[in-house]
């Protein structure tokens, strides 16, 4: 018997591609998806969190037609930074035009002494943008949204999900005010109706063995047996775990004392989200807007109506609010709610006499893994360790990795069609 834990994007796709095999599934909650969940609430539909789907892998849209035939809308990005009360196109290090004529200067007299060895975050940053830009966006966009000093963040994840224009891109994008469209995520896909939602309940629809509500208390690696919080215990011969790495480690007994400790140091950031409705279409033009400026308590706006007319009633808009903050810090969700509102009225997407309602408050724990030398020296350890009791990880916080949807729905085929 396979056992999976957790029925997120991960284990849902590793359990559809496994076909016939016998596997079981168990999630915790009283409903599947993970983070790729949606509410409905007064007409409004809101992700966990913004969820969208690139793809360079030619299977990942033949699959989601599969999941949900004809029920995708194909978007073209529309993304900005919100800095000195402009907005600048996104990747702002190919916009460089749409800055105060100074600061301009500045980040092009910076790109063209770029140096740094790239050993952490910060240096690799100042190496491929310069200090200009890295002192006006950079360092203080990433510093909110990772709350740890930059230097102690390795940089292996950048080289992927940050978009490097060419030396002619950059100057081009000096005096060009055409968006130059670079990046992974120039182009997605999104559910028609339901959120992104609708692909984790389209998944579940075609699994079997899926069992919710059943929490695992711990784990028994010598004998392989799962252990539920009711007192059941669950023999497997394979486990696959998309639960988030220091938890799976917490569960287990027997764990050499070295890989228990080094689990402690594994870190993390949490996202407390909030989800608002206000009673005016298109409250902006933007699906999403970065805000690296101190005085936003929030690194980024996303505009859940922009991505399907479904997500809100005709005639009305919603914003989904993140603020990034340390795990065990503690939150005033209601200050935080009032600075936001106050930093939206700034912005100007919030205008006067409009009516907002807070519909939704989140905080997620696991949001975004930590990449730093801690990480680096103990996951191949643990990978390696657990394998050798039958128990394979899987997905963003399994593998404890920054991952998109797409390469935790293909992680999942593939372990899948390697065990098969």
């Given at each position: 018997?396979?056992?999976?834990?957790?029925?997120?994007?991960?284990?849902?796709?590793?359990?559809?591609?496994?076909?016939?095999?016998?596997?079981?599934?168990?999630?915790?909650?009283?409903?599947?998806?993970?983070?790729?969940?949606?509410?409905?609430?007064?007409?409004?539909?809101?992700?966990?969190?913004?969820?969208?789907?690139?793809?360079?892998?030619?299977?990942?849209?033949?699959?989601?037609?599969?999941?949900?035939?004809?029920?995708?809308?194909?978007?073209?990005?529309?993304?900005?930074?919100?800095?000195?009360?402009?907005?600048?196109?996104?990747?702002?290090?190919?916009?460089?035009?749409?800055?105060?004529?100074?600061?301009?200067?500045?980040?092009?007299?910076?790109?063209?002494?770029?140096?740094?060895?790239?050993?952490?975050?910060?240096?690799?940053?100042?190496?491929?943008?310069?200090?200009?830009?890295?002192?006006?966006?950079?360092?203080?966009?990433?510093?909110?949204?990772w709350r740890i000093p930059l230097e102690e963040i390795s940089p292996e994840w950048?080289?992927?999900?940050?978009?490097?224009?060419?030396?002619?891109?950059?100057?081009r994008g000096r005096g060009n005010p055409l968006q130059q469209q670079l990046g992974?995520?120039?182009?997605?896909?999104?559910?028609?109706?339901?959120?992104?939602?609708?692909?984790?309940?389209?998944?579940?629809?075609?699994?079997?063995?899926?069992?919710?509500?059943?929490?695992?208390?711990?784990?028994?690696?010598?004998?392989?047996?799962?252990?539920?919080?009711?007192?059941?215990?669950?023999?497997?011969?394979?486990?696959?775990?998309?639960?988030?790495?220091?938890?799976?480690?917490?569960?287990?007994?027997?764990?050499?004392?070295?890989?228990?400790?080094?689990?402690?140091?594994?870190?993390?950031?949490?996202?407390?989200?909030?989800?608002?409705?206000?009673?005016?279409?298109?409250?902006?033009?933007?699906?999403?807007?970065?805000?690296?400026?101190?005085?936003?308590?929030?690194?980024?706006?996303?505009?859940?109506?922009?991505?399907?007319?479904?997500?809100?009633?005709?005639?009305?808009?919603?914003?989904?609010?993140?603020?990034?903050?340390?795990?065990?810090?503690?939150?005033?969700?209601?200050?935080?709610?009032?600075?936001?509102?106050?930093?939206?009225?700034?912005?100007?997407?919030?205008?006067?006499?409009?009516?907002?309602?807070?519909?939704?408050?989140?905080?997620?724990?696991?949001?975004?893994?930590?990449?730093?030398?801690?990480?680096?020296?103990?996951?191949?350890?643990?990978?390696?360790?657990?394998?050798?009791?039958?128990?394979?990880?899987?997905?963003?916080?399994?593998?404890?990795?920054?991952?998109?949807?797409?390469?935790?729905?293909?992680?999942?085929?593939?372990?899948?069609?390697?065990?098969?």
């Amino acid at each position: 018997m396979i056992l999976i834990l957790g029925a997120g994007l991960a284990g849902l796709s590793f359990a559809y591609h496994l076909g016939d095999a016998p596997y079981m599934i168990l999630e915790k909650e009283q409903e599947p998806g993970g983070l790729c969940r949606s509410m409905k609430l007064d007409g409004f539909t809101f992700d966990y969190t913004g969820h969208l789907l690139h793809w360079r892998n030619p299977y990942t849209p033949s699959l989601l037609e599969e999941l949900l035939p004809d029920g995708w809308i194909g978007h073209r990005r529309r993304a900005a930074i919100y800095l000195y009360g402009r907005f600048i196109p996104y990747p702002f290090q190919a916009n460089l035009w749409a800055l105060p004529r100074g600061v301009r200067e500045e980040c092009i007299r910076g790109y063209q002494d770029r140096r740094g060895t790239g050993d952490d975050f910060l240096s690799w940053i100042e190496a491929h943008f310069g200090k200009g830009m890295a002192e006006h966006f950079f360092i203080p966009y990433n510093r909110k949204l990772w709350r740890i000093p930059l230097e102690e963040i390795s940089p292996e994840w950048a080289e992927r999900f940050i978009p490097k224009p060419s030396p002619e891109e950059v100057l081009r994008g000096r005096g060009n005010p055409l968006q130059q469209q670079l990046g992974y995520h120039r182009s997605f896909l999104y559910p028609k109706e339901g959120g992104i939602g609708a692909l984790a309940e389209a998944l579940t629809q075609r699994v079997k063995g899926l069992q919710l509500g059943r929490t695992v208390s711990g784990i028994r690696p010598k004998d392989r047996v799962v252990v539920l919080e009711d007192g059941e215990e669950l023999p497997y011969h394979l486990l696959v775990s998309t639960l988030p790495l220091p938890e799976l480690l917490e569960m287990m007994e027997g764990l050499p004392e070295e890989v228990l400790e080094g689990a402690k140091g594994l870190r993390y950031v949490s996202v407390f989200v909030i989800g608002m409705a206000v009673d005016r279409p298109e409250v902006s033009p933007y699906h999403w807007i970065y805000f690296p400026e101190a005085r936003f308590p929030f690194y980024r706006v996303g505009f859940p109506s922009s991505l399907s007319p479904k997500m809100a009633p005709e005639g009305k808009s919603s914003l989904c609010v993140e603020i990034s903050h340390r795990p065990d810090e503690p939150l005033n969700q209601q200050a935080l709610i009032d600075q936001t509102l106050q930093g939206l009225s700034e912005a100007g997407i919030i205008q006067e006499g409009d009516r907002v309602r807070v519909l939704l408050t989140l905080d997620i724990r696991y949001a975004y893994v930590i990449y730093d030398k801690g990480r680096r020296a103990l996951l191949p350890k643990v990978l390696q360790f657990l394998e050798g009791y039958g128990i394979r990880c899987l997905g963003r916080y399994g593998l404890w990795q920054y991952a998109t949807m797409e390469d935790v729905l293909l992680e999942g085929r593939d372990l899948a069609t390697e065990l098969r």
